[in-house]
C-alpha cells in the first residue's frame, strides 16, 4: 500500500536506504561476515568470463556490476542487452558464467537467452527481486533482492538493491580469490544507507532543479564519465519514460563526436562528477556545452564539488557512488513527470513486466 504516498515511485525511493539495510543483514552470516551460497562462489571461481544478461533498468545495473566485478574480484565481465544477446550472440569464452539481472524475474527477452544457455550447458545465476519467478526457478543459482514489491513501472529501489547485490556478490568472491578486501563493504553500505536518507530529506532541492531545468523543456542530456556515464544512462531512462521528455545519456568525452550538434541555447545538461580521476575533464566537457548554449546542472560528490554546482552528494566510497547519484536523477524525474502533469506510476505505452518478446 502506498499509505501517506501520493504515488508509488516516491514511497519506493524513499524505501532504499531501508532496503540497503535489509540487503546487508541478509547478506550476512551468523558471525556478522558477509556472505554468499558456497556454490556460486564455486561457480564464480571457475568462471573464466562472466556474461551478464539484462534488459532496461536492470541492464544499467550491469554495466556498474561489472565494474564491481572486474575490480574487485577481477573476473572479466561482457554485459549485453537481453533482446540482442539471442541474435547476435558474442563469441564465447571457455568456461562462461551467465548471470541474469532481472527485477520481475519475468522479462522474455531476458528467459530467452537463459533457454538458450541451459540448451548449451552453461550455468546461470539469476538476480531478481523475485522468489520463485521463472527466470528463479529455471537458472541454477539466485541471489534475491529483498527489495520488496516494486510496483511503481519506473524501477528505482530495485536498481540500487541490484547495486548492493552486485557489490556483495564481487566483494565476496574477491575474498574467495584471496584478493584483500576493496574496502569495508558492510560499513560502506552503511554509509550509502545514511546519505540515502540524507537525499531523501532534499526533496524540495530536487523539486525546484525539475521545476528550474525540465518543466518546459523537450530534450535533457545526462554527461558522465566512467561509472557516472552508467547512471546518467539510468538517469536518462528514468525521465523519458515517465516524463516523455526525450533524455539521452552520454559519455563525456564522446559528444564533441556528434552529439554536441544538439545542443542548443537552453538546453538542460546534467553531468555527474562523482570521480576524482575524470573530475576535471568532466568539467571541461560541461564547458564545452555551455560554450554552446547549454543550461547546467552540475551534481557532485563532496571533496570535488566547484562553485556554481547544483547539488553536492554526501561522500561514500568512489566505487559505490551510483548507489547515491541516481537518486537525485529519480528524483528530478519524478518531480519533472509531477509539473508536466504525467501519470507517474503508470506511464504511457509500458507495462511492469515485459512478458513479450
Ligand atoms: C525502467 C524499467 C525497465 C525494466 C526492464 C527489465 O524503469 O523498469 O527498463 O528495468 O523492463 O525488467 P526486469 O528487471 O524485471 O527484467
Known amino acids: 500500500e502506498k499509505g501517506t504516498y501520493p504515488h508509488y515511485m516516491l514511497k519506493e ?4 536506504p531501508l532496503v540497503i539495510r535489509k540487503i546487508v543483514e541478509e547478506y550476512r552470516n551468523e558471525n556478522g561476515v558477509l556472505s554468499i551460497d558456497e556454490e556460486i562462489l564455486a561457480a564464480m571461481n571457475e568462471a ?9 533498468t536492470s541492464y544499467h545495473a550491469g554495466l556498474v556490476g561489472k565494474q564491481f566485478i572486474e575490480k574487485m574480484a577481477k573476473i572479466a565481465v561482457e554485459v549485453h542487452i537481453s533482446s540482442e544477446f539471442g541474435y547476435n550472440t558474442p563469441l564465447l569464452s571457455e568456461r562462461p558464467l551467465f548471470v541474469f539481472i532481472s527485477q520481475s524475474g519475468e522479462t522474455a527477452d531476458s528467459r530467452a537467452v537463459l533457454v ?20 528463479s526457478r529455471e537458472a541454477d543459482y539466485t541471489l534475491l533482492l529483498h527489495a520488496g514489491p516494486e510496483i511503481a513501472v519506473a524501477s528505482t529501489k530495485a536498481y540500487t538493491a541490484q547495486l548492493a547485490v552486485l557489490a556483495i556478490l564481487a566483494e565476496v568472491t574477491a575474498v574467495s580469490r584471496g584478493f584483500k578486501p576493496e574496502m569495508d563493504l558492510s560499513k ?8 540515502m536518507e540524507v537525499l531523501c530529506d532534499e526533496k524540495d532541492e530536487f523539486e525546484s532543479i525539475a521545476r528550474e531545468f525540465l518543466t518546459v ?3 535533457c542530456f545526462f554527461i558522465g564519465r566512467g561509472i557516472d556515464f552508467y547512471v546518467g544512462l539510468e538517469g536518462a531512462l528514468k525521465l523519458k519514460e515517465i516524463s516523455y521528455i526525450q533524455a539521452e545519456g552520454f559519455a563525456g568525452g564522446e559528444l564533441k563526436h556528434g552529439t554536441i550538434a544538439l545542443i542548443e541555447e537552453g ?3 546534467i553531468a555527474l562528477a562523482t570521480q576524482e580521476s575524470v573530475n576535471l ?4 566537457n560541461v564547458k564545452e556545452v555551455v560554450a554552446r548554449g547549454a543550461y547546467p546542472c552540475i551534481i557532485s560528490m563532496k571533496g570535488l564539488d566547484m562553485n556554481g554546482d547544483s547539488f553536492v552528494l554526501p ?16 528524483l528530478i524525474s519524478y518531480y519533472a513527470a509531477l509539473h508536466r502533469g504525467c501519470d507517474v506510476d503508470k506511464p504511457r505505452n509500458l507495462a511492469k513486466s515485459v512478458t513479450v518478446e
Open 13 to 16: 525511493i524513499d524505501e532504499q
Open 116 to 135: 538458450k544457455v541451459k540448451e548449451l550447458g552453461y550455468k546461470a545465476l539469476t538476480i531478481t527481486n523475485v522468489p520463485g519467478s521463472t527466470l
Open 217 to 219: 523543456t523537450r530534450n
Open 188 to 195: 560502506e553500505l552503511g554509509i550509502i544507507a545514511n546519505a
Open 48 to 56: 573464466d568470463r562472466i556474461y551478464i544478461i539484462a534488459a532496461g
Open 281 to 284: 575533464s568532466i568539467r571541461g
Open 315 to 330: 561522500e561514500v566510497h568512489e566505487l559505490l557512488t551510483p548507489l547515491i547519484s541516481v537518486v537525485p536523477l529519480q
Open 267 to 269: 538546453t538542460p545538461v
